[in-house]
């Protein structure tokens, strides 16, 4: 009698361990592609909304030229004839922070190499 409890917990072991063998791998493929497909959809919304802004942007360059004229002179440092410009020179961390948000706006609108 003790035997056939052995023998049945043995069989029930070897059946789980089998069922492990076959089972886990597949499921912990599964759990990372989950999390590879949560990474991408985030990433596509994040990209679909810098699009809508940029399709925005681009509608106002096109058709609202006070707009234009505004750009152009903020990151170009365009002037209309006649028109003198004073600079106010910032200290150097505000010169960095400028530089920063600079370097974000530019890598908004530029393409990626990848």
Do not use: C, W
């Not at 791998?25 to 810098?50: A, D, W």
């Not at 410009?85 to 908004?108: G, M, P, T, W």
């Amino acid at each position: 009698m003790f035997s056939k409890r052995v023998r049945l917990l043995f069989m029930l072991f070897a059946i789980f361990f089998a069922f492990a063998l076959v089972y886990l791998p597949g499921f912990s493929k599964y759990q990372e592609l989950k999390r590879k497909e949560f990474e991408i959809t985030h990433e596509i919304e994040r990209l679909r909304g810098i699009a809508l802004k940029l399709a925005e942007e681009e509608k106002l360059l096109e058709s609202d030229s006070e707009y234009l004229e505004k750009i152009a002179r903020e990151n170009l440092g365009r002037v209309r004839p006649g028109e003198v410009v004073y600079r106010i020179l910032h200290s150097e961390k505000q010169q960095k922070k400028s530089h920063e948000d600079l370097d974000k706006r530019e890598d908004l609108v530029s393409p990626s190499t990848s």
